[in-house]
T-cell receptor, first 114, second 115 residues
Framework: EAQVTQNPRYLITVTGKKLTVTCSQN?????MSWYRQDPGLGLRQIYY???????DKGDVPEGYKVSRKEKRNFPLILESPSPNQTSLYFC???????FGYGYTFGSGTRLTVV | GDSVTQMEGPVTLSEEACLTI???????????LFWYVQYPGEGLQLLLK?????DKGSNKGFEATYRKETTSFHLEKGSVQVSDSAVYFC??????????????FGQGTILTVHP
């Protein structure tokens, strides 16, 4: 079954404590992306990756890092989380050139920074 | 840049009422259009899509038609059920230009259906 797996599903942390949200896909897709969802703002792209070792900023990259060392994994790193990064995060992937199919999303990670 | 505007919610309806959620977009290139649904406590699921002008996407009784002349993709359902209560997102995906391959979302519309 095609899947995008995020971990953890829920996370409460304190300001400044580094954390990583993992994302893995089993579809052999080259394109992966991270979004955050906030009420009234919809989903906004944080970072995306067109392929291994190729990453680029989305619309709201400040305070986040990513890496793409292998095709299946695309972790999201918060080096020094702040309360304004409290949000619902989604990892997503799509097939190369498969624009008519949209994205496949993970189940989400609800992050609370206190 | 590319953008999507959805009608503001929340929308509250009685069961069996008609639903329309408006969605308009601005985009360069040749966008594909999508509606995603998020049920309470869950992730995003693709509800329906359309990839070219005049295409009609449909699923679970929902429909939306790609109107290039009005840059719209309104979501409709003739008779809603309590189980349709969810957040609905309109989205566009651009195949070219500076937004290559990026899925851009509207702000989401909360739908609540009462028995």
């Amino acid at each position: 079954e095609a899947q995008v797996t995020q971990n953890p599903r829920y996370l409460i942390t304190v300001t400044g404590k580094k954390l990583t949200v993992t994302c893995s896909q089993n579809m052999n897709h080259e394109y992966m992306s991270w979004y955050r969802q906030d009420p009234g703002l919809g989903l906004r792209q944080i970072y995306y990756s067109m392929n291994v070792e190729v990453t680029d900023k989305g619309d709201v990259p400040e305070g986040y890092k990513v890496s793409r060392k292998e095709k299946r994994n695309f972790p999201l790193i918060l080096e020094s989380p702040s309360p304004n990064q409290t949000s619902l995060y989604f990892c997503a992937t799509r097939g190369q050139g498969a624009f008519g199919y949209g994205y496949t999303f993970g189940s989400g990670t609800r992050l609370t920074v206190v | 840049g590319d953008s999507v505007t959805q009608m503001e919610g929340p929308v509250t309806l009685s069961e069996e009422a008609c639903l329309t959620i408006n969605c308009t977009y601005t985009a360069t290139g040749y966008p594909s259009l999508f509606w995603y649904v998020q049920y309470p406590g869950e992730g995003l699921q693709l509800l329906l899509k359309a990839t070219k002008a005049d295409d009609k996407g449909s699923n679970k009784g929902f429909e939306a038609t790609y109107r290039k002349e009005t840059t719209s993709f309104h979501l409709e359902k003739g008779s809603v059920q309590v189980s349709d209560s969810a957040v609905y997102f309109c989205a566009v995906l651009i195949a070219g230009g500076t937004s290559y391959g990026k899925l851009t979302f509207g702000q989401g519309t909360i739908l609540t259906v009462h028995p």
